[in-house]
């Protein structure tokens, strides 16, 4: 019985979603292939189909996999996003959602562990994000609830 331990810890999914990103991005897995089975991730990397689970789905958040009924899970065709930092990435798309209108004035953001579940990113680097976009008046801290978007002053004459 092989005891190889490559992947251990409690943080198992983020390394696997780490290395999987790594194959997506480099090409190992090209945009329009297929994701080789759970079962073969989970032969391959010698972890649980839950853990494969998780790693998949944070994949799917970041929209680098698309899952097809009865076609399994699909690299996606839109190139990921490179940002040299992490927190450019949560600030840019957080900024979008609040200029399209999807977050409206008034509205909580979601909270920091929902922001970084959905972007397997550390507190810090979600704070980092969210004090960008303060600095840009997009959005203010209310004590012990939360972040919420900005409510733009009108201009009158």
């Known amino acids: 019985m092989d005891k190889s331990r490559w992947l251990t810890g409690g943080r198992v999914h983020l390394k696997l979603t780490a290395v999987?990103?790594?194959?997506?991005?480099?090409?190992?897995?090209?945009?329009g292939s297929r994701l080789p089975s759970e079962n073969?991730?989970?032969t391959e990397f010698?972890?649980?189909?839950t853990t494969i689970r998780r790693a998949l789905a944070a994949l799917e958040a970041e929209e680098l996999l698309v899952t097809i009924p009865s076609k399994g899970r699909l690299v996606s065709a839109r190139p990921p996003v490179q940002s040299p930092y992490q927190y450019r990435l949560i600030a840019e798309e957080l900024r979008v959602s609040i200029e399209s209108g999807d977050l409206a004035e008034g509205t909580a953001l979601p909270s920091e562990t929902t922001l970084c579940k959905?972007?397997?990113?550390?507190?810090?680097?979600?704070?980092?994000?969210?004090?960008?976009?303060?600095?840009?008046?997009?959005?203010?801290?209310?004590?012990?609830?939360?972040?919420f978007v900005r409510r733009q002053e009108s201009e009158t004459s």
């Open 118 to 147: 959905r972007y397997t990113a550390s507190r810090n680097t979600v704070r980092h994000a969210l004090g960008v976009l303060e600095r840009e008046s997009l959005i203010e801290p209310r004590q012990g609830r939360g972040w």
């Open 20 to 31: 999987l990103r790594d194959r997506i991005t480099t090409g190992v897995y090209p945009a």
């Open 40 to 42: 073969a991730l989970s």
């Open 46 to 49: 010698k972890i649980a189909r």
